[in-house]
């Protein structure tokens, strides 16, 4: 017998976990309507929780659309490591193909050693 101070039932609790099931294997919201998620981005969330970026025109994205969409294909095992075998686990990870390009065109020289000196120097880079 379990004792403590749980706010909603058995019945319930299990009910909220097989909600949330979709959005806590993929990732990402897996419901067509935002009203009928579980938990709808809020206005502040970054744009980067809705859609994968658009390829880049003359504008310069942020720093912060930079770091969301790396950390989407690199992890913390990925580093340190020269551009060159970054860009090949962005292309395995299927990331946009304008970041790939931008990594790729950085100096070959430096090895970066976590995604935020990677990310400030893809924003810098250009």
Do not use: C, I
């Amino acid at each position: 017998m379990q004792r403590g101070s749980d706010r909603l039932s058995v019945h319930r609790d299990d009910e909220m976990k097989h909600e949330l099931q979709g959005l806590l294997r993929s990732g990402h919201p897996t419901r067509t309507e935002d009203w009928n998620d579980p938990e709808p981005p809020a206005d502040d969330d970054p744009e980067m929780y809705r859609a994968p970026m658009q390829p880049w025109t003359s504008e310069q994205p942020s720093l912060a659309t930079v770091r969301l969409e790396l950390a989407r294909s690199l992890t913390r095992h990925d580093f340190p490591a020269q551009p060159s075998e970054l860009a090949r686990v962005l292309r395995r990870g299927n990331a946009p193909d304008a970041l790939v390009q931008r990594v790729s065109r950085l100096p070959r020289s430096t090895r970066y050693r976590n995604l935020l000196a990677l990310a400030e120097a893809v924003v810098g880079g250009e």
